[in-house]
């Protein structure tokens, strides 16, 4: 199965964070995680505390063959870690 770098939504209505998971590709969107990878808070007043990601673990991932969604990958694109 391919594994794929997904959000998962978290926090409660109007009020939503995200945190970034290595999931089987045919599990739902907040199914079973093999590891999480960071967060991301749009809502956060500061931005640098919007993000926080595990880069040498997504790499990791990333070498394994996990695809990130396109969500993801412009996160990914933003904070300069290297997607194929």
Not at 10 to 17: E, L, S
Request: glycine fraction near 8%.
């Amino acid at each position: 199965m391919a594994v794929k770098l997904r959000l998962r939504r978290m926090g409660r209505t109007h009020r939503a964070f995200f945190r970034l998971s290595a999931m089987e590709g045919r599990n739902p969107r907040d199914g079973r995680v093999l590891e999480e990878l960071g967060y991301y808070d749009p809502a956060h007043l500061d931005p640098a505390q919007q993000v926080n990601l595990k880069a040498d673990r997504i790499k990791h991932w990333l070498g394994q063959g996990a695809v990130p969604t396109e969500t993801v990958r412009s996160l990914l694109k933003k904070h300069d870690i290297a997607v194929k």
